[in-house]
């Protein structure tokens, strides 16, 4: 450090520089610390939005009853409350070939190829015991129910053999399905029904996930339910995208500020 040489002004200039950039810095940090305040109140937001959607229906003026289960709650009158196992069933398919495309869950955009992940995993060196996923299918990541880490696949391919496999056993609406498992009162019951010694290293295995309850309205009213939430899930996202693009540039904005008037390239008048 001590053979680096760097330009260095009088010091009153550099006491100058110091109190300018403070002062300049300060308001930039206070615009980013309020947009990421505010990418929070969007994510809240979102969040309520899928649960209220999921749980009570899109019509405020349907008449309510009591669903008989606690953590659930009141439902609409016209909803089921049945056990996950009367909904879904897993799949035991495993590949024969390990030739499939191998697919990774990922929290932010699902089910996708491996091979499009930000960071690729790994591969594993034999793809002979994994399981089989269809198109349609729900992909869950045993290891990560706390997270409610499930997925509609929208490819065929092969998972690992740590992840579940299920497919619906009448015509109710996987997507549907897979918003109601990302609510905050269905991951609780999934880390209450979880087995292991630690978060992180627990599972919900199959038979618990399936003794689970779960309300459900028509099998007409779900692909409405699910339509209207991808289309203000896509509008919310894309506030959020904005601000995130917000903070980026004013980040890269506060770098260049410093660069500029520390190395001279710009005086304070």
Same mark, same amino acid.
């Given at each position: 450090m001590?053979? &680096?040489?760097? /330009?260095?002004?009088?010091?009153?200039?550099q *006491?100058?520089?110091?109190? &300018?950039?403070?002062?300049?810095?300060?308001?930039?940090?206070? @615009?980013?610390s309020? $947009?990421?305040?505010?990418?929070e109140?969007?994510?809240?937001?979102?969040?309520?939005?899928?649960?209220?959607?999921?749980? +009570?229906?899109?019509?405020?003026?349907?008449?309510?009853?009591?669903?008989?289960i606690?953590?659930?709650?009141?439902?609409?009158?016209?909803?089921?409350?049945?056990?996950i196992?009367?909904?879904?069933? =897993?799949?035991?398919?495993? $590949?024969?070939?390990?030739?499939?495309?191998?697919?990774?869950?990922?929290?932010?955009?699902g089910?996708? /190829?491996t091979?499009?992940?930000?960071?690729?995993?790994?591969?594993?060196?034999? &793809?002979s015991?994994?399981?089989?996923?269809?198109?349609?299918?729900?992909? &869950?990541?045993?290891l990560?129910?706390?997270?409610?880490?499930?997925?509609?696949?929208?490819y065929?391919g092969?998972?690992?053999?740590?992840?579940?496999?299920?497919? /619906?056993?009448?015509?109710?609406?996987i997507?549907?399905?897979?918003?109601?498992?990302?609510?905050?009162?269905? @991951?609780?019951?999934? @880390?209450?029904?979880?087995?292991?010694?630690?978060?992180?290293?627990?599972?919900?295995?199959?038979? =618990?996930?399936?003794?689970?309850?779960?309300?459900?309205?028509?099998?007409? *009213?779900?692909? +409405?339910?699910?339509?209207?939430?991808?289309n203000?899930?896509?509008?919310?996202?894309?506030?959020?995208? *904005?601000k =995130?693009?917000?903070?980026?540039?004013?980040?890269?904005?506060?770098?260049?500020?410093?660069?500029?008037?520390?190395?001279g390239?710009?005086?304070?008048?």
């Open positions: 001590r053979e &680096f040489a760097i /330009p260095v002004p009088p010091l009153p200039e *006491e100058k520089i110091s109190d &300018f950039l403070d002062s300049r810095v300060n308001e930039i940090d206070k @615009i980013i309020e $947009t990421k305040a505010s990418i109140n969007y994510k809240e937001y979102k969040q309520s939005v899928i649960t209220e959607a999921v749980t +009570k229906g899109l019509d405020k003026n349907v008449p309510m009853k009591d669903s008989g606690e953590w659930i709650g009141s439902i609409p009158f016209n909803w089921e409350i049945k056990r196992k009367y909904v879904l069933s =897993e799949s035991g398919e495993r $590949t024969q070939t390990g030739e499939e495309e191998p697919l990774s869950m990922s929290q932010k955009f089910l996708i /190829p091979k499009e992940m930000d960071i690729v995993p790994n591969m594993a060196s034999s &793809f015991n994994c399981k089989i996923v269809h198109k349609n299918d729900l992909v &869950f990541n045993k990560k129910a706390h997270l409610g880490v499930f997925a509609k696949s929208n065929n092969l998972v690992s053999p740590d992840y579940a496999v299920y497919q /619906p056993k009448g015509n109710d609406d997507r549907f399905l897979e918003f109601v498992f990302k609510t905050p009162q269905y @991951i609780s019951q999934f @880390i209450k029904y979880s087995k292991g010694v630690a978060q992180g290293l627990t599972r919900l295995y199959t038979e =618990e996930f399936f003794s689970i309850f779960i309300a459900l309205p028509s099998v007409e *009213e779900q692909p +409405k339910i699910t339509e209207y939430l991808d203000k899930c896509i509008e919310i996202d894309n506030l959020i995208s *904005e =995130e693009k917000l903070i980026t540039n004013l980040e890269e904005y506060k770098k260049s500020l410093i660069y500029e008037y520390v190395t390239k710009k005086v304070i008048e």
